[in-house]
């Protein structure tokens, strides 16, 4: 899907869609503040997430967090009183030294604890992170497994994908760790408002005031980076696309060959060179206003020192009071701060959370229950009037396509690139629906089959197969989920697919591991590796109806000869659908029809389409001649 061109604006628009959500209406303060708590409702979810990954650490997680924003507020109290003994004690109080030692100890147990609860945090947050990542990277994959064909090649939806999958594997944890800290934060907070007041009922007031301002600048910072985040996610793809044609194994070949590596580089920095200036302008606006605004917390603080000094002169207040009201007001300032930053950083969460939520929440196709069998077993396939458009496509896939495929039946399909004739094939699968006609099997629309039981029915390699980094068994073996680990298929596949002398050259067989990704892997040559998916397209053997886009693209002329002898056999009572370029191959179909620009332009066997002299004939004769 095309995307228009960008501008970006200096602070960097988001997308229409996040812009609807998350983007407040310039010169409305009600509505910015609204926009800012609502964003806040995915804490729910996210504190849902946690709780799902480990109830017990979390439990614990929170009753730490309660002590340990309990302890300052004690500690502080404890040392105004501990200030006080030690001076009745040097005026020789009777009975002040030991109660000055009894507040020592008592001062100890405290600190003791905090440090204690400090680990604990410490190491509960450390499994939970773990445990929390791989949870939530388990949900965005349980999902993009349930995504469509359709979906997958939606730039939207991979974009979306691609931010879900950026940070959420830390921000759940972080928006729990924040709520805690906010937590924390706010019963120490109390606790030590609670003493602030016994000096004046006007310090815990002014104290607010002095940290609001940077507390509505760093939200408004880090909502516009997010807007950043989002609004380049097309770049950050194309990124990760360069360092992988960079640095993989299967690019590695052309990139050198080709001497492409200096350009792809090249292009690598000018993306970054290109987003860089938001970020930078960002950071500085960030750490400016940060500072200028941070100047009211320390005149605040040295304000509230100055009058404790006075009332401590004027003998209003002892010493042990004025140390513990500077110390309570230095403390509720750290803890105010934090609380704040804390809610700072939950927005901040929140809204990259909403990337991890607007993907899980996009809306997926339901897995179709549907019959298991048609009414009609002897009909075979029928397309009937089979129209297809890919999205924003100017002029269809398919086009009027009217075809019968009967049982045991044998059928070549032929045409240039781009005729859609693997179109046609993914439309067979059930991969996509037709834009309007129908696609029957065995007298049944296959909208109306259950999408399992079709899937049995049909056993197909495409042109771009999968080679993936296992074992040879497990290549294999991936063709029938059912059968994934039974080593007798396996071995019935590969011979049927002829990769068993292929498999017999390896050194542990169907267990040696295939591609060059891991230590100890083996690479094929595309010849072998085509055999090996052949095997794969075999695994079914239920499956009445077998397609081979291009299946013998990389043999060799006697492997594709044996291929398909072997494939007529196999075949016999099944329906069988091959698409080739190689002539050699698709004279041995009962039926043969030409596609071009979507349309069949002709049908009929070998010998009734040479005779016929139309295009067919004429790319025979072409593709004869150069074996001349």
């Known amino acids: 899907m095309a995307r228009p061109n960008r501008e970006p604006p200096p602070a960097a628009e988001p997308s229409a869609r996040a812009q609807k959500s998350a983007d407040p209406q310039p010169g409305a303060p009600s509505r910015r503040i609204r926009d800012y708590l609502g964003v806040l409702g995915y804490s729910r979810r996210g504190l849902s997430l946690v709780w799902t990954a480990n109830p017990k650490l979390t439990l614990?997680?929170?009753?730490?967090?309660?002590?340990?924003?309990?302890?300052?507020?004690?500690?502080?109290?404890?040392?105004?009183?501990?200030?006080?003994?030690?001076?009745?004690?040097?005026?020789?109080?009777?009975?002040?030294?030991?109660?000055?030692?009894?507040?020592?100890?008592?001062?100890l147990a405290l600190v003791l604890t905090m440090a204690a609860v400090a680990k604990?945090?410490?190491?509960?947050r450390a499994l939970l992170r773990q445990q929390l990542g791989q949870r939530i990277n388990v949900v965005i994959l349980e999902k993009a497994l349930r995504l469509s064909l359709r979906q997958f090649e939606d730039s939207e939806v991979y974009d979306q994908m691609t931010r879900a999958r950026r940070e959420a594997s830390v921000r759940p944890l972080s928006l729990v760790s924040q709520t805690f800290e906010l937590l924390q934060q706010t019963l120490t907070l109390l606790g030590l408002a609670s003493l602030l007041v016994g000096f004046s009922l006007w310090l815990f007031p002014a104290l607010i005031a002095a940290a609001i301002p940077l507390f509505i600048a760093?939200?408004?910072?880090?909502?516009?980076?997010?807007?950043?985040?989002?609004?380049?996610?097309?770049?950050?793809?194309?990124?990760?696309?360069?360092?992988?044609?960079?640095?993989?194994?299967?690019?590695?070949?052309?990139?050198?060959?080709?001497?492409l590596g200096p350009r792809l580089l090249e292009r690598y920095r000018a993306i970054f060179e290109r987003t860089y200036p938001a970020d930078r302008s960002l950071a500085i606006r960030r750490a400016l206003w940060g500072f200028l605004l941070g100047l009211l917390g320390t005149a605040a603080f040295y304000g509230t020192y100055l009058w404790l000094v006075r009332a401590a002169v004027a003998a209003t207040i002892t010493i042990g009071a004025m140390t513990m009201y500077a110390v309570a007001f230095k403390q509720a300032q750290s803890a105010l701060s934090s609380a704040l930053a804390a809610i700072g950083a939950m927005v901040e969460d929140n809204l990259y959370l909403s990337n991890l939520?607007?993907?899980?929440?996009?809306?997926?196709?339901?897995?179709?229950?549907?019959?298991?069998?048609?009414p009609t077993p002897d009909d075979g396939i029928r397309f009937e009037d089979v129209t297809f458009s890919y999205p924003d496509a100017k002029e269809p896939a398919l086009a009027a396509v009217d075809l019968h495929i009967k049982p045991g039946s044998k059928l070549a399909i032929v045409g240039e690139n781009g005729s859609g004739k693997t179109t046609l094939i993914k439309l067979l699968c059930g991969l996509y629906q037709p834009t309007s006609g129908r696609i029957t099997l065995d007298g049944l629309d296959l909208r109306e089959w259950d999408e399992r039981a079709l899937r049995q029915r049909v056993g197909v390699i495409f042109q771009d197969f999968v080679r993936y980094q296992l074992t040879v068994g497990e290549n294999i073996g991936a063709g029938d989920e059912?059968?994934?680990?039974?080593?007798?298929?396996?071995?019935?596949?590969?011979?049927?697919?002829?990769?068993?002398?292929?498999?017999?050259?390896?050194?542990?067989?169907?267990?040696?591991?295939?591609?060059?990704?891991?230590?100890?892997?083996?690479?094929?040559?595309?010849g072998q590796w085509q055999k090996v998916a052949l095997a794969r397209s075999f695994m079914r053997d239920e499956a009445d109806v077998l397609v081979l886009d291009e299946p013998t693209a990389s043999m060799d002329a006697e492997a594709e000869v044996r291929i398909f002898e072997r494939f007529r056999e196999s075949t016999e009572r099944k329906i069988a659908i091959v698409i080739s370029h190689r002539f050699s191959t698709v004279r041995m179909a009962d039926e043969i029809i030409v596609l071009d620009h979507g349309k069949v332009t002709e049908r009929g066997t070998h010998a009734s389409l040479l005779a016929h002299g139309g295009r067919y004939a004429t790319l025979f004769k072409l593709q004869a001649a150069g074996y001349r």
């Open 60 to 107: 614990g997680l929170a009753l730490c967090t309660v002590i340990a924003g309990l302890v300052p507020g004690a500690i502080a109290w404890v040392g105004k009183h501990l200030l006080d003994a030690v001076l009745f004690a040097s005026r020789g109080a009777l009975g002040a030294r030991a109660s000055a030692e009894r507040w020592v100890l008592i001062e």
């Open 482 to 526: 059912r059968a994934y680990d039974d080593r007798d298929r396996w071995k019935s596949a590969a011979e049927k697919g002829l990769a068993q002398p292929v498999i017999d050259a390896l050194p542990d067989g169907f267990d040696t591991r295939l591609g060059r990704w891991f230590k100890g892997g083996r690479e094929l040559s595309l």
């Open 218 to 259: 760093e939200i408004a910072f880090s909502t516009e980076a997010w807007k950043l985040s989002r609004w380049r996610t097309p770049e950050s793809r194309e990124q990760m696309y360069l360092e992988t044609v960079i640095a993989r194994e299967d690019h590695a070949k052309e990139v050198k060959l080709f001497d």
């Open 357 to 374: 939520y607007e993907f899980l929440d996009t809306n997926i196709e339901p897995e179709r229950k549907g019959s298991t069998k048609g």
């Open 120 to 124: 604990a945090l410490t190491l509960q």
